[in-house]
C-alpha cells in the first residue's frame, strides 16, 4: 500500500466550458431544504471545482466556505462569486486550511475519491474536524464493481485505486473504490443516516459510473 496521501487536482482547463459543470446536481434541492429545516447555517464546498454548488447555497443564504486544489477553480469562483458570502482558498482536502468546527453541513460531490486508501483516512478525519457536533455531510465515492475498478486496465496504485486514463481533466487523477464493507469501516467515527449505489448511464445505455452516496452526522 502507499505510505502517502496522493493528491492531484483536475486540469480544469479541459472541461470549463461543461455546462454541468456550471449547473447544480439536483441533490443539492433537497440538501438546502433539509439542512435549512434544521436550522444549519454555514456550508463547506469541500472540492469546490467552479463552485456551482457554492454559489447555490450562498444564494440559499447559507455563508459558505470552499476550496479546491486546483488553482483555476478558485480563481473561477472568485470571477463568478460576486457579491454572495463565499470564502474561498487554494486546499488540499487531506489538510484543508480552515478551523476546527467551522461549518454545520459539508458536501464533497465527485471528490473523495480522488485519493488512495492512506488518503482517504486523511480526508475523513478532515470532515470530522470541520465538523460542528450535529454537523452532516454529503459525499460520494466510486464502487469497486464498477468498470474502471472490475476492467479498464487502469494502473493501480494501491490494492483499491486506480488512476484515471482517460482523456480529459481526470487524466492521472487516483480514484479510491469502495464496497459496503469498506464504508463501514472508513466512517466508522460517524452515524451513517443513509448509504444508496447510484449506476449512471450515458444516452446510449453504456454505464458511465457506480457511485455510492453517503449522509452521515457528527454525533
Ligand atoms: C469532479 S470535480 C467536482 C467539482 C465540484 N465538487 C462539482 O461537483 O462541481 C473534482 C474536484 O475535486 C478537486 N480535487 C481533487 N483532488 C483534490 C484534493 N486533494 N484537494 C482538493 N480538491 C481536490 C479537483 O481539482 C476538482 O475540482
Redo the contacts with the bound molecule.
Keep these: 500500500m502507499e505510505k502517502e496521501?496522493i493528491?492531484?487536482?483536475?486540469v480544469?482547463e479541459k472541461a470549463k466550458d461543461i455546462p454541468s459543470?456550471l449547473t447544480p446536481?439536483k441533490d443539492v434541492y433537497y440538501l438546502s431544504h433539509k439542512w435549512k429545516e434544521e436550522g444549519k447555517t454555514s456550508f463547506m464546498?469541500?472540492?469546490?471545482?467552479?463552485?456551482?454548488?457554492a454559489i447555490y447555497f450562498a444564494s440559499e443564504g447559507f455563508e459558505v466556505k470552499a476550496?479546491?486544489?486546483?488553482p483555476e477553480?478558485v480563481e473561477t469562483l472568485k470571477k463568478r462569486r460576486g457579491a454572495l458570502p463565499i470564502e474561498v482558498k487554494l486546499?488540499?482536502?487531506?489538510h484543508v486550511d480552515y478551523p476546527d468546527e467551522c461549518v454545520d453541513a459539508l458536501?464533497?460531490?465527485?471528490?473523495v475519491s480522488?485519493?488512495n486508501r492512506k488518503?482517504i483516512d486523511l480526508?475523513v478525519g478532515e470532515i470530522y474536524r470541520l465538523l460542528k457536533p450535529q454537523g452532516e455531510f454529503f459525499l460520494d465515492l466510486c464502487a469497486k464493481d464498477g468498470w474502471m475498478f472490475t476492467s479498464s486496465g487502469y494502473p493501480k496504485l494501491d490494492e483499491d485505486t486506480v488512476i484515471s486514463q482517460e482523456e480529459g481533466?481526470?487524466y492521472g487523477?487516483p480514484h479510491l473504490c469502495v464496497n459496503l464493507e469498506d464504508i463501514k469501516a472508513i466512517f466508522k467515527g460517524f452515524s451513517l443516516l443513509s448509504v444508496e449505489k447510484i449506476i449512471s448511464y450515458d444516452e446510449a445505455g453504456k454505464e458511465k459510473y457506480r457511485h455510492y452516496w453517503i449522509l452521515g452526522k457528527k454525533e
Design positions: 496521501a493528491a492531484k487536482a483536475w480544469w459543470w446536481s464546498d469541500f472540492g469546490t471545482g467552479l463552485g456551482r454548488h476550496f479546491d486544489l486546483s477553480a486546499s488540499d482536502m487531506h458536501l464533497a460531490y465527485h471528490v480522488h485519493t488518503g480526508v481533466p481526470e487523477v
